[in-house]
């Protein structure tokens, strides 16, 4: 009887391995004990936990009602949420790690984004919501959602699962511009007016801001008669025809055809064909320098030096004789800087009460409304109104860099449509709709 050679097979890697050698018995334990972790040992669980005397009549017997059918489904957890939920009983290594809220929560979640039925659920959601921020306090609230951020312990979480987290949970991670936690405008949101635009003002006060309006309106009537001093008063008026005569005068200019005849016949003459071509300059000789020539001009250049040499000494010499007019001119400079400095400084400290530019058009000062004198009555009820309180609100927004300016849209002309009846459906009624009649009974 011949004895089977055993095969020599490689078991280099892991899939040679498991193709040879039988390890099924291993996976099982392996497999059973990773379920007794997940399930729990039923060593461990007491018979009354395992066990239980069902007492509920049969359903047959029992009948329940179409609204208590709706209401045990909606209060049951969804299917589609099922897979979120955590069978497993293997403790988690992270104790610090944020629970996800269980199905529980989410049906409730689920259950109030609808809205309430009748007046007084809805009352009673109203009286439910807290308003825990003083809307009037000075205080700014929290932007965002930097509370939950710092509830979270993100020591070993990533930016990527926090993201996610907030995005699921309701709480999504936005981008806060940058000018939502900086003040762009120091200027109070309400400025109180000019005592003297009162119903019922001072002399003094009213005299006051009638100058004022007074002294604007001269400044805009100023830039207006410059500006028709520069454009329109720079060119004189014409008449069509002198206008005319100009163009022609312009045009004609500079032609000068018998001048260049003439010019032509000249050049003619003085080169004529016998004459041979000769140039302007005669050629040049190349006459070479003596030697006495070469030393008087080496002991000039040397000459030069020592001049040069002598005046750069004697500055010298004089700069050290003068440090304190040097000292006087480093300082006088110095304080030039610092003034320019502070001008910068101050300037920029201004910007914070200005209004600065937001869009394509720059922000314009408001006519004020102003009674005059013959309008004062000193009594409410015959004053006249004036002012806006919208359009007052409106521009201290845009003065607060808090809305860019704007100019108002006017109306848009628009071309009348032409009617026309296509050729496909001329010839089609006869008569017009309109003029048909019934006929009447005799």
């Known amino acids: 009887m011949k004895v089977a050679k055993k095969k020599k097979v490689s078991k280099k890697n892991k899939s040679s391995w498991r193709k040879h050698v039988d390890i099924t018995d291993v996976d099982n334990f392996l497999e059973s ?73 989410m049906v409730t979640m689920k259950h109030a984004t609808r809205k309430p ?10 009286q439910e919501i807290a308003f825990d921020h003083d809307l009037w306090s000075s205080e700014e609230p929290s932007i965002g959602n930097e509370k939950v951020k710092d509830d979270l312990d993100t020591n070993w979480l990533s930016k990527k699962v926090v993201d996610h987290h907030l995005r699921n949970t309701g709480t999504a991670n936005f981008r806060v511009p940058k000018t939502a936690r900086r003040i762009t405008s120091k200027l109070k949101a309400f400025e109180p007016p000019h005592p003297g635009m009162s119903y019922n003002p001072k002399r003094e006060d009213h005299v006051q801001l009638l100058e004022g309006v007074v002294s604007t309106e001269e400044d805009l009537l100023k830039k207006e008669a410059h500006l028709n001093r520069v454009t329109k008063e720079m060119f004189s008026k014409m008449s069509p025809e002198e206008r005319e005569k100009q163009l022609l005068q312009e045009m004609s200019a500079g032609l000068g055809f018998d001048v260049e005849i003439k010019q032509e016949d000249e050049i003619k003459k003085e080169f004529s064909e016998d004459e041979s071509y000769a140039t302007v300059n005669p050629p040049v000789e190349r006459k070479p320098k003596s030697k006495k020539a070469l030393r008087k001009k080496a002991e000039e250049i040397e000459k030069k030096n020592l001049l040069r040499k002598a005046k750069m ?90 809305v860019a300016p704007s100019k108002r849209q006017g109306v848009r002309k628009r071309h009348k449509v032409k009617s026309y009846i296509k050729n496909t459906h001329k010839g089609v009624l006869e008569k017009p709709i309109n003029a048909y009649k019934p006929r009447q009974r005799k």
């Open 33 to 105: 004990s990773r379920l007794e972790e997940r399930i729990g040992s039923f060593k461990d669980v007491a018979d009354s936990q395992l066990f239980q005397v069902d007492k509920t009549p049969s359903k047959k017997s029992q009948k329940v009602s179409a609204k208590e059918k709706r209401r045990q489904n909606a209060a049951r957890p969804l299917k589609c949420l099922q897979a979120l939920e955590n069978t497993s009983k293997v403790g988690d290594p992270l104790k610090a790690r944020t629970k996800r809220k269980n199905l529980k929560n």
């Open 313 to 402: 000494d004697k500055k010298k010499n004089s700069d050290i004789v003068q440090i304190g007019k040097l000292k006087q001119s480093i300082v006088k400079k110095e304080m030039k800087l610092a003034n320019k400095r502070n001008k910068e400084d101050k300037e920029e400290a201004e910007k914070d009460f200005k209004p600065r530019r937001l869009g394509p058009l720059a922000f314009k000062e408001v006519d004020l409304d102003v009674a005059y004198p013959g309008e004062l009555t000193g009594s409410l009820r015959t004053t006249r109104s004036h002012g806006n309180i919208l359009k007052d609100r409106y521009v201290s927004l845009e003065k607060r860099n808090m």
């Open 117 to 126: 039925k009748t007046e007084e659920a809805a009352q009673k959601e109203k």
